[in-house]
């Protein structure tokens, strides 16, 4: 799916997995940049919850929608007094790309808590259009 008007690039959903049990629910999704300027993973932090001490939290704005039932499904927060976000850029390591260079593709993670029941979600990804009708593996 295509960012808004203001950024050339696109995401895609590479995965998105329940465990048999139900509950844990893990989403990897790519950011592939074609734009002439770095794009600052930053830009998908969550504007409605707060992660971490300073709530700055890479890639903690991307949310699962259940459509039937009108939910929508944020990233867990860990249960240390930090409140981190079990997504990409709550650790940072030598291997995580803070931000995309033009011609560049990389890929991040978020993990949620599903009802067993759902089966199917609207991956919103801020700045970009939702992406409708993935199935959960």
């Known amino acids: 799916m295509d960012v808004d008007d203001d950024i050339d690039a696109t995401v895609e959903v590479n995965?998105?997995?329940?465990?048999?049990?139900g509950g844990y629910t893990s989403?990897?999704?790519?950011?592939?940049?074609?734009?002439?300027?770095?794009?600052?993973?930053?830009?998908?932090?969550?504007?409605?919850?707060?992660y971490g001490i300073k709530g700055k939290t890479e890639a903690?704005?991307?949310?699962?929608v259940d459509e039937e039932k009108g939910v929508r499904y944020y990233p867990l927060k860990d249960s240390s007094?930090?409140?981190?976000?079990?997504?990409?850029?709550?650790?940072?390591?030598?291997?995580?790309?803070?931000?995309v260079s033009d011609g560049e593709k990389a890929t991040y993670w978020s993990a949620f808590n599903l009802p067993e029941d759902v089966s199917t979600v609207t991956v919103d990804i801020p700045k970009f259009e939702p992406i409708e009708d993935v199935q959960i593996e």
Not at 83 to 90: D, K, R, T, Y
């Open 15 to 21: 995965q998105l997995r329940q465990t048999e049990s």
């Open 27 to 50: 989403l990897t999704w790519s950011l592939q940049n074609n734009e002439s300027k770095d794009i600052d993973i930053i830009e998908f932090k969550n504007e409605t919850y707060t």
């Open 60 to 64: 903690a704005g991307v949310a699962l």
């Open 81 to 99: 007094e930090e409140e981190v976000c079990l997504c990409s850029g709550a650790e940072r390591t030598s291997t995580f790309q803070n931000s």
